[in-house]
Structures are given as structure tokens and as C-alpha cells.
């Protein structure tokens, strides 16, 4: 069982959404630390207002309620460190070594995804976000999603997923527990939190995401709210933020700024 953040650890049947249910816990208080964990959901969100669908009990459907001791413009930190969490535990629970696709996808070996995290709440702003006044610091709800039985195989995947997502289980070659991911997936979260509260702690965790980022080196587009542009991504900084080289100069990528981040060619 992972260590004193995460003692109330709510699991359900069947619900919505995790981070739907989280946020509004937050909104009435709720504590940093408390953990929902569902079978099923009926209206998993993904990422730019899309659905994360996955089978009922084959893949690991959690979400975190966090009040990161984290300035307001350093929040994108709380979902990168629970991506290097799962990162971690898929390496514990299955010896996968997993790639991060910045700023928080995880990537199998020949880049197909096995995980997305989604971060909602406070993530911007400074005070006054859900259940801010009621349970101290802002809250940011973090949802992960991580294929952990599910695609068994190719076959599987609906014609708009094939090629591009995977599991642990096909990664690995055989069943994964999801549990024993949680398990790992908390107990690796508690260490890289208290990392967030100082400011080499947050260097250390940028070096890990540095170290794990498979978009380094590669031709990328950023695509932000208003515009866009296409360079090389060289580097992720001691704060998190993804560096690429346009030719002409060096841009800094904000997570919270971004759209998206594609492969360019
Ligand atoms: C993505 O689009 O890549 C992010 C997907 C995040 C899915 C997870 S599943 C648990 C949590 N609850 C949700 O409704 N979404 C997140």
C-alpha cells in the first residue's frame, strides 16, 4: 500500500468520470491526496474535449486530487510527474521501459500510446479555483488512462486507434494487473510530489521528464491556441517547458500554452 498522501483511495463500479467526480469533490473541499479509481467509465474525457473509452475492468482508470505546493505558471509540473510516476510502475510491475511524448502521453516502443493524462482545475489561475477557499491550496484534478489489458492485440482497436494506441499487455506479451500498476503508480507519485515543494526538486523531475522525452531530437509542429510553428525539439528546461529550434531561434513551449505537439514529417 503507497505511503501517507494516499490513504483514501475511493473505487467505483461504474461512473462518468473519475476527474469529473474529483472536481467536484474538490469544489467541497475535498483534501489533496484522495484517489478514485473506476471499472468503467461512461463519459471518459480525453484531451481536446474527446472520449477515453477503454472496456469494463481491463485497463487502469484513475484520477488524484492534488493541491501542489506549486506556484500558479509551474502547475503543468502535477501531470508530468504522474505520467513519470506510470512510467515508473509499467517498468516495476512489467520491466517496460516506457518513452514520454511531451508533455505527458507515454509512448510504447515504436510510439504507439499506452497511456494519456488529463489535467483539469486550477491549472492556470492563482487562488479561487475548485475548492479553493473550502480545502486550502487551488486544486488540479490529474486523470490517467493507461491501457494496461486492453488492446490485447491489434484486432481489438476500433479502425481510428489501429496503429496508434497499445497496452502493457502487448508491450509486455502477457496479462498485466492493474492494481499492482496502481500500487506502483502511487507509491512512485508520493516521492515526485514532495519533490514539486523546492525548487531542485522540480529540476530533478524535469530532468527525468528530460530524460524520458522521445520528442527530443525529433522534427515537431506546436500547435498553440492562435498560431503555430515547426522546429526541432532540443530540450525540456529545469522547469518543464519543451525548447525547440526553429532555425532562426530558440522558442520555449509552455504545456499549459500548447494544443498539441506532432511529429512534423
Ligand atoms: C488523453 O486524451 O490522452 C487523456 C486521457 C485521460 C483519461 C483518464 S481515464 C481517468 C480520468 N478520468 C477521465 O474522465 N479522464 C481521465
Known sequence: MPGARFTDIRRFDTIDSTNRYLLDQARAGAPDGVVAVADHQSAGRGRLGRRWEAPAGANLLVSVLLRPELPA??????????????????????????GIKWPNDLLG??????AGVLAEGDLAGGEG???????????????????????????????DLVGTATSLRQEAGHPV????????????????????????????????????????????????????????????TAEG????DTGGEFRTVLAGDVVHVRRST
Do not use: M, Y
Not at 109 to 114: P, Y
Not at 137 to 152: E, L, S, T, Y
Not at 220 to 228: E, I, M, P
Not at 241 to 244: N, S
Open 109 to 114: 516502443s515504436d510510439g504507439r500510446k499506452v
Open 129 to 159: 479555483g475548485p475548492g479553493s477557499a473550502a480545502g486550502g491550496r487551488p486544486a488540479v484534478v490529474v486523470g490517467i488512462g493507461i491501457n494496461v489489458n486492453w488492446p490485447a492485440e491489434d484486432g481489438d482497436l476500433p479502425d
Open 241 to 244: 517547458h519543451l525548447v525547440v
Open 73 to 98: 505558471p509551474l502547475r503543468h509540473l502535477a501531470p508530468a510527474v504522474v505520467a513519470l510516476a506510470a512510467a515508473e510502475a509499467a517498468e516495476t510491475v512489467a520491466g517496460l521501459v516506457l
Open 177 to 236: 494487473d492493474r492494481w499492482e500498476v496502481l500500487d506502483a503508480l502511487l507509491t512512485a507519485l508520493e516521492p515526485r510530489l514532495s519533490d514539486l515543494g523546492t525548487v531542485p526538486g522540480r529540476a530533478r523531475q524535469a530532468e527525468d521528464l528530460r530524460r524520458r522525452c522521445t520528442t527530443l531530437g525529433t522534427p515537431v509542429r506546436v500547435q498553440l491556441a492562435d498560431s503555430g510553428f515547426e522546429g526541432i525539439a532540443v530540450d525540456v
